[in-house]
């Protein structure tokens, strides 16, 4: 299925290079969609070196047009994005304030103002928190694709790398984490791979995160992940497996 | 010196557990440079010597395979497709497949636009086979193993029932009798496939325990209509009765029309009255289109016994409570 419109394929086509430029990326990736009520957000990447480099940075933007650079979000925002419920949804307003009310620990005075539990996150940054998790969580990249560069000592682009076969594309040892976990560890049955042969392409997609997939081409080095959903992990996925 | 080379040299070709040695892996690495040429062999030459070390324990056997593989059977059946020149019947109503989907497409939802033309055609060849008065593309569901496109659609005049070999099984007396084809949750027929080109099939009618068992419940799709659908309170029926069941309740709660737009035809004497286009209605303008309240539902909500409308009325019942 296609989630981005012939419009703002077209804007992207045009503005997004410019953004690369500008930045000094290498290259620049369409890292996939969040969906709100409202609005979606349409998400991209740039990396200097690789998708597995810490330094990449993250954008949005709402029509393929106007794209803003997405926060790295602190520790402790991270932690209190975590506390607002996985139900709500994002709005689609980027400005949107969540507020989240910490718990007194068991044991410790409450402070004196109780405004000081209560942290506002704004949708934005709630946003660069479920792109990174997602990204953490489950993007993935063929084995051998991306390889510590021993001279510069960050990971690269193999370019020797002649991409998986057909057989070894639906192999989820042939697939791993960006940190480096095999995807054959992640929760078994969580993750179906599936050859297309009108596309001549290989999909892999989560179903710990609906809307996640990964995919190459076989035999050659096309290949990528994509994500397209909520931001939410399925967390029923015990029940929901058939 | 020559002893020294000859002992150097022996020590490289010591074959390990692999039957690979040093000098043979050196030799092939070279080899590959020669022969690949990259553009700078001092900076890669780390990763072509992995490349080496994996080619010769993995050697790439798909340029081995002598027997042509057999054509894959989704694109034989889409060839198919395209061949066909199905005659719809006279009476059918054939939506502009294509143009639907694109208008989707703009808005960044739906299919690859190659589907579109697959996907009419295919519905043409359903419409053409059964008879069809009415066909909609109602949407895809993806499941584990394979996915299912989903057409809705309905007869001019339902069918005769075949009776088939022997009597069916008796309706349960207890259980919640369901809609009748044609009315309610089961107004439209609703067929599907894996692949577009596979024939269609038709699920069948929506069972009213098959929705409230739905309600309750969050499982994947495989694929497989004949699937069992394992959960704890037992689901009665197979994949397929609750891709049915999950398809009324999406219907139901997510069919809108524009307010205004359909109205009760009030001459009508059928109960409940036909809802038809009203006339001499406008557009209002995209801003107020946009307010959700500018939109109705188009179908009734299903009840919580699992129909639209009330199951008929025996001597001695408890009451039912419509869904608030």
């Known amino acids: 299925y296609s989630f981005l419109s012939p419009e703002a394929k077209a804007a992207m086509k045009v503005i997004l290079p410019v953004l690369q430029s500008e930045y000094g ?44 650079q997405m926060i790295e979000p602190e520790p402790a925002v991270v932690e209190a994005c975590k506390m607002i419920p996985a139900t709500a949804m994002l709005t689609g307003d980027a400005a949107f304030q969540y507020t989240v009310t910490h718990e007194v620990p068991e044991g410790e005075e409450p402070p004196e103002n109780p405004e000081d539990l209560t942290v506002t996150i704004t949708e934005d940054v709630r946003a660069a928190c479920m792109v990174k998790e997602i990204d953490a969580a489950i993007a993935m990249v063929p084995v051998g694709a991306i390889i510590q560069d021993p001279t510069l000592g960050v990971p690269m682009a193999n370019s020797t790398f002649a991409g998986l076969s057909k057989q070894e594309s639906l192999d989820l040892k042939s697939w791993e984490l960006l940190a480096g976990l095999s995807a054959s560890q992640q929760l078994a049955g969580s993750l179906k791979s599936k050859h297309m042969p009108a596309h001549s392409l290989t999909v892999l997609r989560s179903l710990s995160w609906p809307g996640f997939c990964a995919f190459c081409v076989p035999s050659t080095d096309k290949w990528g992940y994509i994500y397209v959903g909520d931001g939410q992990k399925n967390s029923d996925i015990a029940f929901s497996l058939p | 010196m020559d002893s020294a080379v000859a002992v150097a040299k022996a020590k490289l070709m010591q074959a390990d557990a692999n039957g690979m040695s040093l000098h043979d892996h050196l030799s092939a690495t070279v080899a590959k440079i020669i022969a690949e040429d990259p553009e700078n062999p001092l900076e890669v030459f780390e990763q072509i010597s992995l490349a080496v070390k994996k080619q010769a324990t993995l050697p790439r056997k798909e340029y081995l395979q002598t027997t042509p593989a057999p054509p894959p059977p989704e694109l034989v059946g889409k060839r198919d497709l395209f061949r066909a020149k199905p005659e719809l019947p006279e009476d059918a109503e054939f939506p502009n497949v294509v143009e639907e989907l694109a208008t989707f497409e703009n808005l960044g939802t739906g299919l690859v636009r190659d589907d579109a033309y697959v996907l009419k055609a295919s519905m043409a060849k359903l419409t053409a086979d059964k008879g069809l008065r009415t066909v909609r593309f109602f949407g895809k569901i993806l499941g584990t193993e394979r996915d299912y496109y989903v057409v809705e659609g309905a007869y001019a005049e339902e069918p005769e029932e075949d009776e088939g070999e022997g009597e069916p099984p008796a309706p349960d007396p207890k259980a919640v009798p369901p809609e009748e084809n044609g009315t309610g949750v089961n107004k439209f027929r609703y067929w599907v496939c894996n692949e577009l080109g596979e024939p269609w099939v038709e699920l069948p009618m929506a069972k009213p325990a098959a929705i409230t068992s739905a309600r309750e419940l969050k499982k994947h799709f495989t694929g497989r209509l004949d699937a069992a659908v394992v959960a704890h309170p037992p689901f009665p029926g197979t994949e397929k009765d609750y891709l049915r069941a999950q398809i009324a309740r999406i219907l139901h709660d ?31 303008e995209p801003e107020e289109m946009a307010e959700p309240s500018a939109w109705v539902h188009f179908y009734s909500t299903i009840l919580k016994v699992g129909r639209v409308s009330k199951p008929p009325k025996e001597e001695a019942e408890e009451e039912e409570e419509e869904e608030a």
């Open chain 2, 254 to 284: 997510t069919y809108v029309a524009p307010g205004g737009m359909f109205s009760f035809e009030e001459d009508s004497e059928e109960e409940p009255k036909p809802i038809v286009p009203t006339e001499e209605w406008e557009a209002p």
């Open chain 1, 25 to 68: 990326f290498r290259k620049m990736y369409v890292w996939g969609k969040l969906k709100g009520m409202s609005a979606d957000y349409i998400i991209a990447q740039g990396v200097t070196h690789s998708l597995k480099e810490d330094g990449k940075k993250f954008f949005y933007c709402l029509d393929g047009a106007s794209w803003a």
